[in-house]
């Protein structure tokens, strides 16, 4: 399967196979009030885990969601039952919003076979797939993670490819955002961008039913960008940088960085540069 991208028929026709692990890996919208955990609750794939992707996390900084230590990943996918030498598959509630920075965490774990649920859980529904709200209790998982450190960088890292011209930085915050003509949703942030990125926002390498669009039309969504040359995508705080690794993956490009800290980190750093306009 080169895709990274699994459809609703395709899930329902080997739903409680052996070799199979479900991932509902939902977050709140941005602003949107609760917790992930909410919509996981009131009703889920039968047989997902819940990944929470804020506990399964870095929580030594200020900074969100950032990757966990390997050990301390390792752990919590055991305890989920994330066997790395499983299928598994990631959704969101949402449509396609949180569920690929799970698949991202996943692949930076050495995960070979990570797959995203096109459309999530409304593309669920719509297929006549079934719902359940008990907690699943999966049995245990050895879990020993082997990270690929080549798809994460930090802020080093961006302030030197963008000094060298090494690797193109994309942007997947809205472009007035990217453009610094509306404030930033994180309380004391700065507006605009890191110098020499590119923005790509990223609705729109969704489809208007909330299912990644076709390598044709991620190709022209992506038409600014050269995808002979290094990529690292960046946004927020991590998460939508991971849906354009995801669109980028479906244009054959697995290998793509996510900056982890995106711009709550840079955004919020005196000495990270920061321009204004397009």
Not at 150 to 155: F, G, K
Not at 188 to 212: E, Q, Y
Not at 255 to 278: H, N
Request: some cysteine.
């Amino acid at each position: 399967m080169s895709d990274p991208m699994v459809s609703a028929d395709w899930l329902k026709d080997r739903l409680g196979a052996a070799d199979l692990r479900i991932v509902d890996a939902t977050l709140p919208l941005l602003g949107q009030p609760g917790h992930g955990r909410d919509f996981y609750t009131a009703g889920h794939i039968p047989g997902a885990v819940f990944f929470d992707i804020n506990a399964i996390a870095d929580l030594t900084t200020d900074l969100p969601h950032m990757l966990p230590a390997p050990e301390v990943f390792a752990e919590a996918a055991g305890a989920l039952g994330l066997d790395p030498a499983m299928t598994v598959v990631v959704y969101d509630a949402h449509g396609l919003w949180s569920a690929p920075r799970v698949w991202w965490t996943l692949r930076v774990m050495g995960y070979a076979r990570v797959f995203v649920l096109d459309g999530g859980l409304p593309a669920w529904r719509a297929a006549g797939g079934g719902m359940e709200t008990a907690e699943t209790a999966p049995a245990a998982a050895t879990v020993a993670a082997r990270p690929i450190p080549s798809l994460v960088v930090d802020l080093e890292r961006v302030r030197d490819v963008l000094a060298e011209g090494s690797a193109q930085v994309v942007d997947a915050r809205s472009a007035p955002r990217f453009r610094g003509e509306t404030p930033e949703p994180r309380a004391g942030l700065r507006s605009g961008h890191m110098p020499g990125a590119l923005n790509v926002p990223f609705n729109l390498v969704v489809a208007p039913d909330g299912t990644l669009k076709s390598r044709e039309a991620l190709a022209e969504v992506f038409a600014g960008v050269d995808l002979a040359r290094p990529i690292i995508t960046t946004c927020g705080s991590g998460v939508t940088a991971a849906v354009l690794a995801l669109a980028l993956a479906r244009l054959g490009r697995d290998d793509v960085a996510v900056y982890d800290g995106s711009w709550t980190e840079w955004g919020g750093r005196a000495d990270a540069p920061v321009v204004t306009g397009a």
